[in-house]
């Protein structure tokens, strides 16, 4: 689990394709004692596991699934990445849980600066944009953001000159594609929904969410 605050970038070293998978070598800047094979690392917002380590960088097991669902296929050495180690059960959640299971890829569609702040407009499968709320959440690879207004295509937010100069945002313009992973109590609660219109269970549970005001 993470929160989408973005703790460090780092840069693609390489890339080894594997047929339909690939694996990920990242410099990046954590030190080497604290990081152990097996821990979890959100790259671009896809969580991902440390296969090897050494030199400096950290190496990452791409599965078919996440190279067609990411936009990882866009991915060259060199490429600057949004990094984020999991979440400790002792830090303070600044900005939402997120997973690292991406939902789905989005395209910039309009960049505008505001006073120093960059608006993004992006376009979304429109099987996704129905998890969105205007003022909700959603992790933009891997970025913890507010939406600012939402339509069936598409959504905005609004990036804060700190966020932007810590992360990969200040480079995308229109065209380029980003990660995106919808808020996860939207999908939980329209499976349950779903469930319940089936008649498959759920009702108790639906109804401690309507006594503590999710519904």
């Known amino acids: 689990m993470f929160t989408g605050l973005i703790e460090e970038t780092g840069k693609i070293a390489g890339i080894e394709r594997h047929g339909q998978s690939a694996s990920l070598v990242v410099a990046a800047p954590f030190p080497p004692a604290e990081i ?48 984020e180690r999991a979440l400790r059960l002792s830090d303070r959640l600044g900005g939402h849980l997120v997973t ?53 295509e598409g959504f905005t937010v609004n990036v804060i000159p700190h966020t932007a100069g810590r992360t990969t ?7 380029d594609e980003v990660n995106i992973e919808t808020d996860i109590i939207g999908k939980y609660l329209e499976r349950l929904l779903s469930m319940k219109e089936k008649g498959v269970g759920g009702g108790v549970t639906l109804d401690l969410l309507a006594k503590n005001g999710y519904l």
């Open 36 to 83: 152990n094979l097996g821990d979890s690392i959100a790259v671009n917002g896809v969580c991902l596991t440390v296969t090897g380590k050494g030199g400096g960088t950290f190496v990452f097991d791409v599965s078919p699934e996440t190279v067609d669902r990411t936009a990882f296929r866009r991915l060259k050495s060199g490429s600057r990445v949004n990094l």
């Open 169 to 175: 945002l200040q480079e995308k313009r229109p065209g």
């Open 100 to 152: 690292g299971h991406v939902d789905c890829v989005a395209v910039v569609t309009e960049r505008r600066e505001t006073s120093g702040n960059i608006v993004f407009a992006f376009r979304i499968p429109r099987e996704f944009a129905r998890y969105l709320a205007e003022k909700g959440s959603v992790a933009i690879d891997g970025i913890s953001l507010t939406v600012n207004s939402v339509s069936d």
